[in-house]
């Protein structure tokens, strides 16, 4: 059975619905993961329909012979008419309960889904997220050749080579340009007070002794994600918080074979900020990685999204409001043979 059969029959196994339905977006506003995830491909403005035995991919006449190259399922061209592309998805679909993933559709389309369309739309968001968390072997070397391309990167970057925030993000996102990727999300450069935020824009603002540097690539649409901080003087206050991060880092990594759940992270996580005498976490401290820079499994004290083939990226942090933050950032995967970091 290949990949994509294989991703197929784990989306319906038990499933209450009978078939799903995938939009991607116009290339402009960026793919929707989830239909490359079930398709294979990532053709503009088409749609994925899947039922348990097999699955259908209607592209546009100007995609079609793109989406025939790539796709994962026969293609068929989408009527050019509002009411034939309708009628079409509506056949396809069949006369059950319709899943679909809601963060990668507009309500205007969900709207004429459903009432043009007349589709039973279900919301299998769940679903979905914990079919991609779990990882094959293709995905995590994928995820690694991201990694190991955003290290690199960050192994030899000397911040003050730049003179501002903005100068040292623009060089972050023309080294990955470089390395023939992209950047998995808007890379957080924040000096002095600004790093107390963790999702601080780059600025203008002139590099002090201490810089953070959160930073990802996408490589074969896979996604990194790794923070490191640089300091300009040894001994600083800064620099001692983030020791205290890496080391709770290390901590986790080598008890994350122990946990079962995102909710057993958080709670590690938690005691070792407290064992290490660093202020409560004002984020998770992680997320699932994947097509997405944040994605299943959450990492929250009440989740039970399991853990199980999962691709991780662990962020112990330390702000302190109107002084300065830090965090250590990196990524492990979980194989037949265990965790590993990447």
């Not at 679909?93 to 969900?110: D, I, L, T, Y």
């Not at 199980?308 to 942090?317: Q, R």
Request: proline residues 4%; hydrophobic residues 40%; aromatic residues 10%.
């Amino acid at each position: 059975m290949d990949e994509f059969s294989c991703r197929r029959r784990a989306l319906f196994s038990g499933a209450p619905f009978s078939a799903a339905i995938f939009h991607n977006w116009d290339a402009a506003n960026g793919h929707a993961a989830s239909f490359a995830y079930f398709s294979g491909c990532g053709v503009d403005g088409a749609y994925l329909v899947l039922r348990k035995g097999g699955g259908v991919v209607f592209a546009n006449e100007m995609n079609l012979r793109q989406a025939r190259e790539g796709c994962a399922y026969p293609v068929k061209m989408l009527a050019h008419r509002r009411e034939g592309a309708v009628k079409q998805l509506r056949k396809a679909c069949g006369g059950g309960k319709v899943a679909f993933a809601p963060h990668e559709m507009s309500a205007a389309r969900f709207l004429a889904l459903r009432r043009k369309a007349g589709l039973r739309l279900f919301d299998a968001s769940e679903r979905i997220g914990n079919v991609r968390a779990r990882k094959s072997e293709s995905e995590v070397r994928k995820i690694s050749a991201a990694a190991r391309i955003a290290k690199k990167i960050l192994s030899g970057l000397r911040p003050w080579d730049f003179a501002t925030e903005a100068q040292l993000s623009a060089h972050l996102k023309a080294r990955a340009l470089a390395e023939g990727c992209e950047v998995s999300f808007e890379p957080i450069v924040a000096t002095g007070k600004n790093s107390a935020k963790p999702h601080s824009e780059p600025s203008a603002t002139r590099l002090g002794d201490f810089v953070l540097v959160d930073f990802g690539v996408k490589k074969w649409g896979y996604c990194s994600d790794f923070t490191r901080c640089y300091f300009r003087r040894r001994g600083m206050r800064e620099e001692k918080a983030y020791l205290k991060c890496k080391s709770i880092y290390n901590e986790l990594m080598d008890c994350l074979p122990e946990c079962r759940e995102g909710k057993d992270v958080a709670r590690l996580a938690e005691k070792l900020m407290k064992r290490h005498d660093m202020p409560p976490l004002i984020h998770a401290i992680g997320h699932g990685i994947g097509m997405e820079v944040h994605e299943y499994p959450h990492l929250g004290a009440k989740s039970r999204d399991p853990l199980s083939g999962a691709a991780l990226a662990i962020e112990p942090a330390a702000y302190y409001a109107g002084k300065f933050g830090v965090r250590y950032e990196g990524m492990a995967v979980r194989s037949k043979k265990g965790w590993k970091e990447i």
